[in-house]
Nanobody, 120 residues
Framework: QVQLVESGGGLVQPGGSLRLSCAAS????????MVWYRQAPGKQRELVAT???????KYADSAKGRFTISRDNAKNTVYLQMNSLKPEDTAVYYC??????????????WGQGTQVIVSS
């Protein structure tokens, strides 16, 4: 079992920045692919950014050039640096951890979410 705890959300003005953190409870965190998702009111949850155990990153088009995902395996933590925030970035941001084993076993865990509000 892996517990994920997000932090760093809040209210920010358009054009501002926030850094979200997601701390994992287990040291095998380094094996997991970590993903940030978000869900805006009335909308489906969408993928924002992914970072593999090897450090490869991938971003949604809406996040490219503005958001940066990173991980610190020594601290069992993944980050999402969000710059040039827009009102449409307002959402609850969720951290997800997934580990796919060769035998087909999949481990998948979610955090509780952290609210980001971009408003003047």
């Amino acid at each position: 079992q892996v517990q994920l705890v997000e932090s760093g959300g809040g209210l920010v003005q358009p054009g501002g920045s926030l850094r979200l953190s997601c701390a994992a409870s287990r040291s095998i965190f380094s094996l997991y692919t970590m993903v940030w998702y978000r869900q805006a009111p009335g909308k489906q949850r969408e993928l924002v950014a992914t970072i593999t155990s090897g450090g490869r990153t991938k971003y949604a088009d809406s996040a490219k050039g503005r958001f940066t995902i990173s991980r610190d395996n020594a601290k069992n933590t993944v980050y999402l640096q969000m710059n040039s925030l827009k009102p449409e970035d307002t959402a609850v941001y969720y951290c997800n951890a997934e580990l796919d084993l060769p035998d087909g076993t999949i481990y998948n865990y979610w955090g509780q979410g952290t609210q980001v509000i971009v408003s003047s």
